[in-house]
């Protein structure tokens, strides 16, 4: 954990771990990243859980000793074939609900900077997607809520998230980082 809480510090992000991992035994760590380009972002088609069939944004879990930044970095060019120059943290979110699947402490990035090229990923389907579409494509409730911050570039946020049972956002709070 020490690589995450010397990330937050690197971030100048005031609150700490304990602050934002609410539930250790039951959030899994993960990172996530908008990537966009010519006005496109980078979505995947989900073949498994969480939001199975939806269309996300790549990233994955965290590997012992790697801070978020490392991981999306690795987690991008392992799905997508694409190396990331300088990602920037947008926003931490902190999500809880029933099931396994529905329990994160999530890093979302932006970046508008790569090298290399898309190959086909195992964890489902890449496809570039007009920026202005997003909102009419098959995306989770919880990413149609977040889009205005995300695309936010003077601030970035703290979530803290509630699912119901059905998967579907049934509260949440923000906060500046």
């Not at 690197?10 to 250790?24: F, G, K, N, T, Y």
């Not at 990233?59 to 300088?86: A, C, D, F, V």
Request: net charge negative; aromatic share 10%.
């Amino acid at each position: 954990m020490k690589a995450i809480v010397d990330f937050l510090i690197e971030e100048h992000v005031a609150m700490s771990l304990s602050d934002i991992w609410v539930e250790p035994d039951l959030q899994r760590i993960s990172s996530l990243c908008y990537i966009e380009t010519e006005g496109k972002l980078l979505m995947l088609q989900r073949n498994k859980e969480p939001f199975r069939g939806f269309w996300t944004v790549p990233g994955g879990k965290l590997e012992p000793g790697e801070n978020p930044r490392q991981t999306i970095i690795r987690e991008i060019w392992e799905e997508t074939g694409l190396t990331l120059i300088g990602p920037r943290l947008q926003m931490i979110n902190s999500e809880t609900g029933p099931g396994r699947d529905y329990n994160w402490l999530v890093f979302i990035f932006r970046a508008e900077e790569f090298n290399g090229s898309l190959r086909e990923c195992n964890e489902g389907v890449l496809k570039w997607i007009p920026r202005q579409k997003i909102s009419d494509t098959k995306i989770p409730d919880v990413d149609r809520q977040l889009l205005p911050l995300l695309f936010d570039r003077e601030q970035r946020y703290f979530i803290r998230l509630f699912y119901d049972e059905r998967h579907r956002v049934a509260s949440i709070q923000k906060s500046l980082l």
